[in-house]
């Protein structure tokens, strides 16, 4: 069973697209980020939902929305994709009161 | 505002010496410290936590962490390495009542055989 489960791990795609990423996690989580990881493996919070509710909503182009129709599901939106956004992305989970995160094991989005 | 820093991008040790892993941080009040592992082309995985408490952390895999307030660090310690510890390390922190964390850039660990 996994816990925190992205689709597509990966995702090739010109520039000038729209795509998305799937999110879903079973672990009962109310809180569900986004970050990116560029390929100096730094890592990035873009989006936070707790209970569907938008928390943190860090300063990305507004090509990328977040989606949250429930609090087991967090999808992101890329419009108008630009080189610039290859990258890993990782979608993650908590639980109020714990902190600690469980990651997805991502998804490498290649713009070309 | 909050910041982590991870001083070494890579630390290389032989197989079965102690291993350190370096990180301080900066909160404006009491901190939640995090550590996560990356193996190649996978997700984090969580280590270990400091929330309050015992300054020596234990977690998973053998590993554990000292909370120093003093110095402001949270150094990942193991006392025998193995090969299969080498990786990709991120510490993170969290101020207390906020929803964001924050990671470090990374400390690659190489462990010899």
């Known amino acids: 069973d996994t816990a925190v489960s992205q689709t597509p791990k990966y995702l090739v795609t010109q520039m000038g697209n729209d795509k998305s990423i799937k999110c879903e996690q079973n672990?009962?989580?109310?809180?569900m980020y986004w970050y990116k990881q560029d390929s100096k493996k730094f890592l990035k919070i873009m989006f936070s939902?707790?209970?569907?509710?938008?928390?943190i909503n860090e300063t990305v182009p507004n090509r990328f929305s977040p989606k949250s129709p429930d609090k087991a599901h967090l999808n992101l939106h890329i419009n108008s994709l630009e080189l610039g956004d290859s990258a890993v992305y990782f979608c993650?989970?908590?639980?109020?009161?714990?902190?600690?995160?469980?990651f997805g094991s991502g998804t490498r989005l290649t713009v070309v | 505002a909050q910041s982590v820093a991870q001083p070494e991008d890579q630390v290389n040790v032989a197989e079965g010496n102690p291993l350190t892993v370096k990180c301080t941080y900066s909160?404006?009040?009491?901190?939640?410290l995090f550590w996560y592992v990356q193996y190649p082309n996978r997700g984090l995985q969580f280590l270990l936590k400091y929330i309050t408490g015992d300054n020596l952390v234990k977690g998973s895999y053998g590993f554990e962490a000292e909370f120093n307030k003093s110095q402001t660090s949270f150094h990942l310690k193991k006392p025998s390495a193995l090969v299969s510890d080498s990786a990709l390390y991120f510490c993170?922190?969290?101020?207390?009542?906020?929803?964001?964390?924050?990671f470090g850039a990374g400390t690659r660990l190489f462990v010899k055989a």
């Open positions: 672990l009962g989580h109310d809180t």
């Open positions: 993650a989970s908590s639980q109020i009161g714990d902190y600690g995160y469980t």
């Open positions: 909160v404006s009040g009491n901190p939640y």
């Open positions: 993170a922190v969290r101020d207390l009542g906020g929803f964001k964390t924050i």
């Open positions: 939902y707790n209970n569907k509710e938008l928390i």
